[in-house]
């Protein structure tokens, strides 16, 4: 741990948002066989999205094993980012200009709907659109960040190239370059609205899914089955055994959070902090002033268990916030870890399960999975009313 950050009453291995106020949701046990429209498995951020969009002309079910929210949204620092892991640049090599240019443009887009939806339902989650200061590093230097600003302005997003002059007068950051790109924001993932008529099953955990000509059978380990026209698996990265997922990995991640009040320089408040190393360096301020750093990724799906790496991937974090503003003295108050998924691409894995008929599974990858499952929700939602996205494409697995 460096000098100038605290770690008293360090709250290690509990997540920021297990202490918001007015967590919980309304739940009920499945005391028997039901029948409904749609059912989602899964109460993380992908499964609420879905049934935001789906319970308005459906009758839908959510199911999971576990409380809602107790999965990977739980853990979520919620930086709600169009900028995609992968370089717009470095993703036309892989998938071609024109596909990279759409997945862009639907992320963007992505966090516009997100936005809209929370002043339409009201949701208390301290959404606040943010600017994003991508940083050069390691993986990508000044002269690719350069590139990258200008292949972004190209399709007409708001993203500016920042000299090593530039960084230091308006950041006080010492980097060869960076980024500024408008149209992001951050929240608190624990809180969301009620998805009008949806009900939420739980503790039920789904142990089979049986398909036939005209919908699907649920097996549960509470004995009783759900039947529904569609299902979804919305199972974040407790990926259903029937679905596959070339490429996908598991990672560990972790994340801290300062008290409120942390001081910092005033410019952070209105911004989201990225770098473009390997492992990467993020931060970002809440509502009341707190400071969140994360990132030391790890390509591993244990590593978060380790009680003793927590603590020293927390004093890592700490003195590479430190040498990045030397000036910020974090007051730790939070430490924790979480699983995370990752793919080649950066890009989701959203579409019909090929073995089983009217089923469909979300897997938001990289590191804006919430963004992913807000497309997920219009993608699924599209073709389960019959039709078809145009983006869809982008993400079948
Ligand atoms: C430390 C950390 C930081 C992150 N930071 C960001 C960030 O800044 N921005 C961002 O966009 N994303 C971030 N992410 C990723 C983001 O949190 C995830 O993409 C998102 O929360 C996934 O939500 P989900 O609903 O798909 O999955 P989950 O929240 O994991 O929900 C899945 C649910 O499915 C249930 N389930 C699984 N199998 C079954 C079954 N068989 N029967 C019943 N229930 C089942 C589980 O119990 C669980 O509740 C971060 C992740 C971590 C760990």
């Not at 943010?130 to 000044?142: N, P, V």
């Not at 530039?166 to 980097?175: A, S, V, Y």
């Amino acid at each position: 741990m460096t000098g100038a950050t605290k770690t008293r009453d360090l709250r290690t291995g509990r997540p920021l948002w297990t202490d918001s106020p007015g967590l919980g949701l309304p739940i009920r046990p499945l005391t028997r066989s039901l029948s409904v429209d749609v059912a989602i498995v899964g109460a993380g951020i992908s499964g609420a999205l879905m049934a935001h969009e789906l319970s308005q002309d459906h009758s839908v079910v959510v199911l999971d094993r576990r409380p809602p929210l107790t999965g990977s949204t739980m853990a979520s620092t919620a930086l709600l980012q169009w900028e995609i892991d992968l370089p717009l640049t470095t993703l036309a090599k892989q998938i071609g200009t024109a596909k990279a240019r759409r997945a862009y443009l639907r992320s963007r887009r992505a966090v516009d709907d997100l936005a809209r939806l929370v002043a339409k339902e009201r949701i208390p989650c301290q959404f606040k659109t943010k600017s994003s200061l991508y940083l050069a590093g390691d993986d990508h230097g000044h002269r690719a960040l350069e590139a990258e600003a200008e292949a972004r302005a190209a399709i007409g997003l708001d993203s500016r190239y920042l000299g090593p002059a530039e960084l230091r007068d308006r950041f006080g950051i010492e980097r060869t370059g960076a980024i500024v790109s408008t149209g992001s924001a951050s929240g608190d993932p624990a809180r969301r609205a009620h998805a009008r008529g949806a009900r939420i099953l739980s503790p039920v955990e789904v142990t089979q899914a049986v398909s036939d000509p005209d919908g699907v059978t649920l097996l549960t380990n509470v004995g009783h089955a759900v039947r529904a026209r569609s299902v979804v698996f919305c199972c974040g990265y407790e990926f259903p055994k029937a679905v596959p997922t070339p490429g996908a990995r598991i990672l560990s991640t972790w994340a801290m959070a300062s008290k409120p009040r942390q001081r910092c320089p005033a410019w952070l408040r209105e911004m989201l902090v990225w770098e473009a190393s390997d492992p990467y360096l993020y931060l970002r301020m809440t509502g009341d002033g707190r400071l969140i750093v994360g990132g030391e990724d790890e390509e591993s799906a244990d590593a978060i268990q380790d009680r003793e790496k927590l603590k020293r991937k927390c004093a890592t974090l700490a003195a590479k916030l430190e040498a990045l503003l030397p000036g910020v003295a974090f007051e730790m108050d939070y430490g924790w870890a979480g699983a995370f998924g990752s793919s080649a691409t950066g890009l989701p894995s959203i579409g019909p399960v090929e073995t089983m008929d009217h089923t469909w599974a979300v897997m938001g990858f990289g590191g804006n999975g919430i963004t992913y499952s807000v497309i997920a929700s219009q993608v699924v939602a599209a073709e389960v009313r019959g039709g078809r996205d145009s983006d869809a494409d982008l993400y079948r697995p």
